[in-house]
Nanobody, 120 residues
């Protein structure tokens, strides 16, 4: 069984910073791409950033220069450093990972999400 658990959400003022973490655990053979998505109520889940196993990153256009994704392959953990936060960044943030579990096949796994609220 593979689990992704996010941490680090909460309330932050506009212009502030916040760091999200997501740790994958369980019977894991390998992890390929990892990423962060976000979702507002009533809207589709939106890609925020991804990082390959080799460290290649991609970003949603409106977070470029403000957000930075990174990963620690030894810890099966992905991070999202968010700076210069804006009220429109408010959303539930979800972690995603492409995982090869022991005895299984490559699959996408999701965390349960962590709420980030940007407000004064």
């Amino acid at each position: 069984q593979v689990q992704l658990v996010e941490s680090g959400g909460g309330l932050v003022q506009p212009g502030g910073s916040m760091r999200l973490s997501c740790a994958a655990s369980g019977s894991i053979v390998s992890i390929n791409a990892m990423g962060w998505y976000r979702q507002d109520p009533g809207k589709p889940r939106d890609l925020v950033a991804t990082i390959s196993i080799g460290g290649t990153t991609t970003y949603k256009e409106d977070v470029k220069g403000r957000f930075a994704i990174s990963r620690d392959n030894a810890k099966n953990t992905v991070y999202l450093q968010m700076n210069s936060l804006k009220p429109e960044d408010t959303a539930v943030y979800y972690c995603n990972a492409e995982v090869l579990p022991r005895g299984g096949t490559w699959m996408d796994y999701w965390g349960k999400g962590t709420l980030v609220t940007v407000s004064s």
